[in-house]
Structure formats: structure tokens, C-alpha cells
């Protein structure tokens, strides 16, 4: 059963004659539920609305859009974790992990995670809710989230919220507000963030402690993008990407029958020893590589991606993503394979050319997420409002310079004991790869001394790995473990010489 009632603190007005398409500056919607999370009842409540985002005046500039699930009859509060959720993009709604993932609810989607009419949601029973509160976050032009105009009619600088930096700095005040609100400064805290979200919440931990002085327990990262890396130059992202390459190769039954026949696991470290001490370098020599080590490594490589030598060899030794996406299954079946989840199947007007004409995986995810989503909040949570839910919001463009949230990382372990970080990757995830995060973490910590304080996980499936139902169930699983991994457990928050 489920009850509800209406908080409003704001001129504008939800309700199902409204004319208007202005979303409120600080509204509450507050119902209550009940689930089962692990075999457990859970009874719990959901506030969704907005929340302001205010300037150096008070003024308010931006509306954005939560959703807030907080389990009932708690009584220690104080110890009770509390999870900050974020998506990526930039320029995505904190949809994707909210309706399948690790909220109350997930979308009716098949085992493998491809849409089953008739859309909608349906009880999450591997939703973390049972051990941690969790809200999630929309930034702004995502979701329902929007600037907010002036006495004038003027709306805010673009640059105050489209930017790596200013992106971090408004949604850690805007955090500040919500925690002071909802009476959780005692409580432990972790952020989370999917693919552009990695790159945000370790710009967020630091920013957080310097400038909010909250400090946290733990950063998950799924899937996380690193524009650093990016950046890197091509010897090191192209070699990066050979061990997504053989995995892909492996689930399509494109590998040498020597590696066809063993485990994914088993391959893979094989893979990647290659990738950083032999293809790397090799990259590296450009046109001063010899002839014969650049054949070599081009049959090597093609042995590892289910690719031919020449094609390797015309690539330079850098075979392009998209060009992998496009010519794997070329000569098989003709199709395109996914970039976010390379398990998904595209269907291109020609077979020929070097990139496919479209992703597969995001028109299937589009299908489900969008119709689900705007059900939900309408029906289930009982937030109405005609402005449209973007799924991919105006954000651009998006300002990437003095990018120094890997540091920003580090200096936030450092100055507390008590942070841990936790990454989750697909091993078919083509946009964001799991070397490439690995990689990304080797990079936070250069002098290895804070080694132990990572946990990397790697699943079966790709950029949101929580659509195969197994994942689902396995990565909300090693969630739990890192919060209890990560609570303070009463011992104090300093180093000690042993």
C-alpha cells in the first residue's frame, strides 16, 4: 500500500491543472512503501521533488530534481550509511542505476537485459536499501533538474554548471543543503557515480572534505570515465583497450580455439600483461618500430581480438574501437556489435565501412528506461508535472580543462584514514573499459601506499552491468561488502607505523 502527501515551498504548484511548465524550486512529494530485500521485509519511505542550488547572494539559480529513499523504523540513524547516487554523460539522469540497479525498483527487462513489454518496474530483491538510505541526483538540464531565472528573466551562465569543475563545486554545496536537511551529518557516506559519474565523484571526495568539510567512507566508481586518459595521447588508451577486445572476441566465439576453450578469467590477465609490456611500447615507436616486431605484435594482437593481421597492420597496431565494433562479426553474421555493451547486436544498411551506424545497446536501453521511469515518478512516486524528463540533457558544451580530480582523489585518501574506494566493470563495456579503469587507479596512486584501500570488481556484461540479472545480483552484493568493508567499525581515523 502506498501513501502519500505534499509538501510545496515554492510559487509554482504539481498538480494536474497546472498550465505551467516551470518546475518548482523546492518541492517535496513524501510517499511510503513496502518491498523485499533479501528475503526481508523493508518498509520505506520515498521523498522526490527539488531542492534549489543557490549563488554567493542566497539567491536560488537551479532546481534539482532527487528521489530520496530513507528506511523506516531505524533507530540508530547515527550509523545508518547514506549513499549520494549520480549518473554521467555528462548530461545523463540519474535513471539508470535508480530503476535498475541499486534502488527499490528495477525495470521489467529479461534476464540478459533486453526490454519485455509492457514497461515498467518491478520490486528490486537485490536493492541495497536493506543497509543504506540512498538519493539520487540529478544535475542540471537532467531529469526534471533546470536553471532557474532571475527577477529579470535571465538565466544563470551556462558556465556555473557545464564544466568538470563547476560540476563538482555547485553538487557538493547542493550535498551540503541536502545533508543539513535531511539531519544526516552523523551518518556514514559514500557517493557513487556511473561512467562521466566516475570522473565526478572523485573530483566530489575532495571537494566535499576541502570545501564542505564533509568527509566520507567510501567512492564507488561504476564504470568510470577518465578524461586524463583520454588525454593520454594514443600509444596509451589504444593499448588499453586490447583486453575488452579479447573479451568481446571470447563471447562471440571469435578467438583461437586455444583461447576459445578456456574461461574469460582465464584469458584475460594473459591479455593484459601483453597489453601494458608489449603492445604499449610497441604503440610508442610509431614509424621507428621495426618490421619485424611490428609484425610481431600485429599477429599477436589479432590472435587476441579475433581481427586479421592485416587489419591490425593497417591500423598502424591501433585498431580504432569503432572500427571493432564494426568488423568483428563482419565476415560471420554481418552485424554490429555494441559500443557501451558489446553483447548487443546491430543491424547496419551496409556491411562495408569503419564504424557502425548506430549503438545498438542504446536504442534497447532507451526502449526500456525512458517509458519506466516516466511511469514511476507519475504513478508510484506521485510527482506530476508536464516539463518532459530528459534522459540526455543540454550540457554542452561541457569545459574539461584543469582536469585534477585523479589528484583530487588521492588527496582526499590521504587526509582520511577511513575513505575506500570501490570500481565496477563490465568486460564488455567498449566505451569505458575495465583496463582502462584498472589503469586510471594505478594512475590515482603512484606510489602503490594506498594499494590496499582499492577494491576492483569485474563482471560479465557491460557498461551497466547490473542489467544481467546476475550482476545485478552479485555487484548490489559487493556493494554491501564494501560498505561494511568501509565502516569505521568504532576505531579512530589515523595511521599508525605498522
Given amino acids: ?96 542505476m535508480h530503476i535498475a540497479y541499486t534502488g527499490p525498483k528495477v525495470l521489467n527487462i529479461d534476464d540478459e537485459g533486453y526490454p519485455v513489454q509492457p514497461y515498467g518496474v518491478k520490486d528490486n530483491p537485490n536493492s541495497i536499501l536493506d543497509i543504506a538510505d540512498i538519493v539520487y541526483v540529478n544535475p542540471v538540464n537532467t531529469g526534471y533538474s533546470r536553471m532557474i531565472a532571475d527577477k529579470e528573466g535571465k538565466l544563470p551562465e551556462r558556465d556555473t554548471f557545464f564544466g568538470i569543475n563547476a560540476d563538482i563545486k555547485y553538487l557538493a554545496a547542493w550535498i551540503n543543503t541536502f545533508v543539513t536537511r535531511k539531519n544526516r551529518w552523523e551518518s556514514p557516506k559514500y557517493i557513487i557515480g556511473e561512467s562521466y559519474g566516475g570522473t565526478r565523484v572523485m573530483g566530489l571526495a575532495n571537494e566535499l572534505q576541502s570545501k564542505q568539510w564533509m568527509y566520507l567512507n567510501g567512492v564507488i566508481m561504476v564504470s568510470p570515465a577518465d578524461y586524463q586518459l583520454y588525454s593520454t595521447g594514443q600509444p596509451i588508451y589504444s593499448a588499453l583497450n586490447l583486453p575488452y577486445f579479447a573479451a568481446t572476441a571470447w563471447y562471440h566465439n571469435m578467438l583461437p580455439a586455444a583461447l576459445q576453450q578456456k574461461d574469460l578469467l582465464d584469458v584475460l590477465p594473459e591479455v593484459e600483461n601483453y597489453a601494458i609490456n608489449t603492445l604499449m611500447p610497441a604503440i610508442a615507436k610509431g614509424g621507428f618500430i621495426s618490421e619485424t616486431e611490428k609484425q610481431n605484435v600485429a599477429k599477436q594482437v589479432a590472435y587476441y581480438s579475433g581481427l586479421t593481421e592485416k587489419e591490425v597492420l593497417q591500423s598502424n597496431l591501433e585498431v580504432p574501437t569503432k572500427y571493432f565494433w564494426k568488423s568483428l562479426l563482419r565476415d560471420k553474421t554481418g552485424q554490429t556489435i555494441g559500443r557501451l555493451d558489446s553483447r548487443y547486436l546491430g543491424i547496419d544498411k551496409t556491411e562495408t565501412g569503419v564504424s557502425p551506424d548506430y549503438n545498438a545497446e542504446i536504442s534497447s536501453w532507451s526502449h526500456s528506461f525512458t517509458p519506466a521511469i516516466n511511469y514511476y515518478i507519475r504513478e508510484e512516486l506521485n510527482f506530476k508535472t508536464d516539463l518532459k524528463y530528459n534522459m540526455f540533457g543540454d550540457v554542452h558544451p561541457w569545459d574539461r580543462s584543469d582536469n585534477n580530480v585523479r589528484e583530487g582523489l588521492r588527496r582526499a585518501l590521504v587526509q582520511n584514514p577511513y575513505l575506500k574506494v570501490l570500481v565496477q566493470s563490465g568486460y564488455y563495456d567498449g566505451a569505458t573499459t575495465y583496463f582502462a579503469a584498472k589503469y586510471t587507479i594505478g594512475q590515482v596512486d603512484p606510489s602503490g601506499k594506498l594499494k590496499d584501500r582499492f577494491t576492483i570488481k569485474g563482471y560479465r556484461s557491460g557498461h551497466m552491468m547490473y542489467l544481467r540479472k546476475d550482476d545485478l545480483i552479485s555487484a548490489n552484493d559487493d556493494i554491501r561488502e564494501f560498505i561494511k568493508d568501509a565502516s569505521s567499525n568504532g576505531k579512530a581515523a589515523k595511521y599508525t607505523k605498522e
Avoid at 498550465?19 to 518498509?43: A, F, L, R
Avoid at 521523498?47 to 523504523?73: C, F, M, S
Fill in 1 to 96: 500500500m502506498k501513501h502519500y502527501y505534499t509538501i510545496l515551498f515554492s510559487l509554482f504548484t504539481i498538480c494536474g491543472i497546472s498550465q505551467s511548465v516551470k518546475i518548482p524550486t523546492d518541492t517535496m512529494v513524501v510517499t511510503t512503501h513496502t518491498t523485499t530485500i533479501k528475503n526481508k521485509s523493508i518498509s520505506y519511505t520515498a521523498t522526490t521533488g527539488t531542492q534549489p542550488v543557490w549563488d554567493k547572494k542566497g539567491n536560488p539559480i537551479a532546481a534539482l530534481y532527487y528521489t530520496y529513499y530513507e528506511r523506516n523504523n531505524v533507530k540508530d540513524k547515527a550509523n545508518r550509511p547514506l549513499v549520494i547516487s549520480f549518473n554521467g554523460g555528462p548530461g545523463a539522469a540519474s535513471v539508470w
